[in-house]
């Protein structure tokens, strides 16, 4: 059993559900948790920018969708530390702006849990009962919350042209995206904009919490901790981020995503092996260094490592974050990635794959182990390869969507380029998605990182 330390799990929203009520109480929160916040919060809502509409045809399908190109350029494990620390793989990068030192060792390998093995069935998960995170990177650096994928990029030395870069997203914002262009009623969302340099649109994940209580009627979580076990001296990791740049629909994309699991290291190797052939990884390296450290805090009096505002949000345009870089681990490759769920029994049949799909499409996802459970107790782990024959029906459905996707975020770039005087944020409210002016002009990243997106 992981010693996981899951009331700081990230969320994965959905993970688990099947229609399961049970007699279960309720759990009880264990913290307090603050009331939402207003999805308007520091817009001029006065007037409408511009209002996006699904489009109906796309034109130019010689634009691919297939993702193409795709790397590998960081990844980290958040530390349950009370200065924001990230804990990436690889070797030691010298700069001369940093000191190396010994102080957070204590805090290790930065790699995903690795699946255990598939567990002797039946057995029985009691349901959650966690408070979550549900954007760790907003809620330990809520005034610059890509600086952790800056910071990890450069601990890999991974060569990124991030002038030509058209988006910087997490996974989180594209899939918002999708569930909005698929129709129906996607619930209402906001997704904060900002150009770097000429081009690169950032897509700024904002969230009307940064925690909430599990119902009580789901079981992803424990199904993960019984499932998967970290990595020795893993054991204050709160959650594994991996960074891939890849092309789609003629746009070149950085996208930020957690994952749940990895195989383990023997057929990691071999997925390894399979898709890079000999490329060689990032040797270990024991060193660890930090920027200086630097309370980010609040206008609530929270300090970063707590709850805080959004960065679109924040106070003064003067604070700039740190990220203490721990260095430890190893690189998982792109194939031996898992994305776990569970589904009762009564609806494992009716998985929703326009919302599944596109989920592990945009991260390139190899794997989908999925649980299968009759109130809480598990009677098979049904696999799933994103490649296999059986997907492709599943891959096709998603065709349409996908270059609709490609067609917005076009249209995304568009906008923010022509109003690139002003912070813009995306609204999605009862089905229509409008475009606001942000009140505030505060950056999301510090002046001497958003000078990369500029040519030289």
């Not at 255990?116 to 979550?132: E, H, I, S, W």
Request: glycine fraction near 8%; charged fraction near 25%.
């Amino acid at each position: 059993m992981s010693s996981y330390n899951r009331p700081y799990r990230g969320s994965n929203r959905g993970r688990g559900r099947g229609g399961y009520r049970s007699d279960y109480p309720r759990p009880t929160p264990q913290a307090d948790l603050p009331p939402d916040r207003d999805i308007t919060e520091g817009l001029i809502v006065s007037q409408i920018v511009e209002t996006l509409e699904i489009p109906t045809e796309v034109g130019a399908k010689s634009k691919p969708t297939e993702i193409q190109n795709l790397e590998y350029v960081g990844s980290y494990n958040w530390s349950d530390a009370a200065h924001p620390t990230i804990i990436v793989p690889g070797k030691q990068h010298s700069c001369p702006s940093r000191k190396a030192h010994m102080s957070d060792l204590r805090y290790r390998v930065g790699s995903p849990p690795e699946w255990k093995g598939d567990p002797r069935v039946p057995f029985k998960l009691t349901p959650d009962a966690q408070v979550q995170i549900i954007d760790q990177n907003g809620y330990r650096v809520p005034s610059a919350p890509f600086l952790p994928l800056m910071q990890a990029a450069d601990a890999m030395g991974t060569d990124v042209d991030w002038p030509a870069v058209d988006f910087v997203t997490d996974r989180n914002g594209l899939r918002k995206l999708m569930r909005w262009i698929g129709g129906g009623e996607p619930k209402d969302f906001r997704i904060d904009l900002e150009l770097a340099g000429e081009q690169t649109v950032l897509l700024n994940r904002w969230e009307r919490r940064y925690r909430e209580a599990s119902s009580g009627y789901t079981f992803g979580l424990n199904f993960e901790e019984a499932t998967t076990t970290l990595p020795q001296g893993c054991e204050k990791s709160t959650g594994h981020h991996r960074i891939v740049q890849y092309d789609f629909f003629d746009l070149k994309l950085v996208v930020r995503f957690e994952v749940d699991a990895c195989l383990p290291p023997a057929r990691a190797r071999a997925a390894e092996a399979k898709s890079s052939g000999n490329k060689q990884q990032p040797t270990l390296d024991d060193l660890a260094d930090a920027l200086s450290g630097l309370n980010v805090a609040s206008p609530s009096g929270e300090t970063s490592g707590q709850p805080g505002l959004s960065p679109t949000a924040r106070g003064s345009e003067s604070v700039t974050p740190s990220v203490r870089i721990v260095r430890a681990g190893v690189v998982v490759p792109q194939d031996a990635i898992i994305e776990l769920t569970t589904r009762s029994h009564n609806y494992v049949d009716q998985l929703d794959w326009g919302n599944l799909y596109p989920q592990l499409y945009l991260s390139k996802t190899a794997h989908l182990y999925l649980g299968v459970h009759n109130r809480g107790t598990f009677s098979e782990i049904r696999k799933k390869d994103i490649g296999a024959p059986d997907l492709v029906p599943q891959r096709r459905g998603a065709e349409a969507g996908l270059r609709k996707l490609g067609r917005v975020l076009e249209m995304i770039q568009e906008i923010v380029i022509q109003h690139r005087d002003k912070r813009l944020s995306l609204v999605c409210a009862s089905g229509r998605l409008q475009v606001y002016e942000r009140a505030g002009k505060g950056r999301c990243l510090p002046a001497d990182v958003m000078g990369r997106f500029v040519s030289s």
